[in-house]
């Protein structure tokens, strides 16, 4: 069975419509789990509808990849929370790690950063992506909606 | 994330296919500054079976510009999928990068 089969097999209760997901602090584990949510996604027929599938999961993305980088400081034991609720009308999404949060208010301030720079772009895609965003936990949860 | 790279004349076309993330993009820093060093000062990058980028992807596209620009070369992107197209747009890397449409319009601008 491939490793990929495992991890599939390790994922936990998708519940009507809502997805709770718990996965360590790990680039790979990030990367099988966005695999496993765009089929999620594209099996309830997500990707009739434009560019809503590459925009869900790019959000996830950067959102874990903070999480990991920053939040959980790339330390592997540290789980991440990842909730979808998926209605009729729009898909939320809540992404959770252990670190003790960051000056949002800070980084939504700001505009895409300069043309040059090689970074600071993750929590702005989300904002520009999504038709909502908001925080919990002073940072270390970062919650986002997009309407259908 | 799978490249080729050809030669078509005096420029080197590397073609990406997949999805680009920091990781995925390693290898292409790693040609890129290859073929810098080797000389080559005209890089276009083939983008038509490229479905996926994060900001980590672009990061990488940031540097290799850089390193070809401080190079005194050139870099050009032709085919890019209408998502990925997109991004470029809102994030401002369109008003850096030269993107086209099709192969011969991007060779006959080098």
Do not use: W
Not at chain 1, 9 to 18: A, D, T, Y
Not at chain 1, 36 to 41: A, E, I, K
Not at chain 2, 14 to 22: A, F, T
């Amino acid at each position: 069975m491939s490793e990929s089969s495992n991890f599939l097999q390790s994922l936990p209760f998708i519940e009507k419509n809502e997805l709770n997901i718990t996965i360590n602090s790990s680039y790979s584990e990030k990367r099988k789990l966005l695999e496993f949510l765009v089929n999620h996604f594209k099996l309830l027929h997500f990707d009739d509808e434009g560019s809503l599938v590459f925009n869900l999961k790019l959000a996830l993305d950067e959102a874990i990849t903070n999480a990991i980088m920053h939040g959980n400081k790339k330390i592997e034991q540290k789980k991440i929370y990842i909730k979808i609720l998926l209605t009729r009308k729009r898909i939320r999404c809540s992404v959770k790690d252990e670190g003790e949060g960051f000056d949002y208010e800070q980084v939504l301030s700001r505009s895409f950063p300069d043309l040059m720079s090689e970074s600071g772009r993750g929590i702005l895609l989300i904002n520009k992506l999504m038709d909502s965003l908001s925080f919990g936990g002073r940072g270390s949860e970062i919650i986002f909606e997009k309407l259908k | 994330m799978e490249i080729e790279n050809r030669r078509e004349g005096d420029v080197e076309i590397i073609v990406l296919e997949g999805e680009m993330d920091g990781e995925h993009a390693i290898p292409l820093r790693n040609l890129v500054d290859n073929l810098v060093k080797d000389g080559t000062d005209k890089i276009l990058l083939d983008c038509s079976d490229l479905t996926y980028m994060n900001s980590a992807g672009m990061r990488e596209l940031i540097a290799i510009y850089k390193l070809i620009i401080q190079n005194n070369g050139s870099l050009k992107f032709v085919n890019l999928q209408d998502d990925i197209k997109e991004l470029f747009n809102f994030t401002n890397l369109s008003n850096i990068f030269s993107i086209y449409d099709n192969l011969e319009q991007a060779l006959g601008d080098f």
